[in-house]
């Protein structure tokens, strides 16, 4: 969703093809596809642990989501920073 509108804000055609997903941005970068898979593996697991801790704590759905976007965004931001590290690497070899 986050890639379809960053596409449709920039004028880009979104029923075209593109490379914009963070999964292919990993390949590119030179992650293999067992790296990338375990990336999301992570992704998932942490959305799940947060959820069932929210369920044994009794937390409000408003908290349990923003936990989930708050871990999820960090991740997010460390697999960009290892993409960017890996890009420049790559640049200099």
């Known amino acids: 969703v986050l890639t379809f509108l960053k596409r449709?804000?920039?004028?880009?055609?979104?029923w075209q093809?593109?490379?914009e997903h963070i999964y292919q941005k990993l390949v590119i970068?030179?992650?293999s596809h067992s790296k990338v898979t375990g990336i999301y593996g992570l992704a998932s697991a942490?959305?799940?642990l947060?959820?069932?801790i929210a369920l044994n704590y009794s937390l409000s759905f408003e908290m349990s989501v923003f936990a989930v976007v708050v871990l999820e965004t960090i991740l997010l931001?460390?697999?960009?920073q290892l993409t960017v590290k890996t890009s420049k690497t790559a640049n200099v070899e």
């Open 8 to 14: 449709l804000f920039r004028g880009e055609k979104v």
């Open 17 to 19: 093809p593109h490379r």
């Open 29 to 31: 970068a030179g992650f």
């Open 46 to 48: 942490i959305v799940v």
């Open 50 to 52: 947060v959820l069932i």
């Open 77 to 80: 931001i460390s697999v960009w």
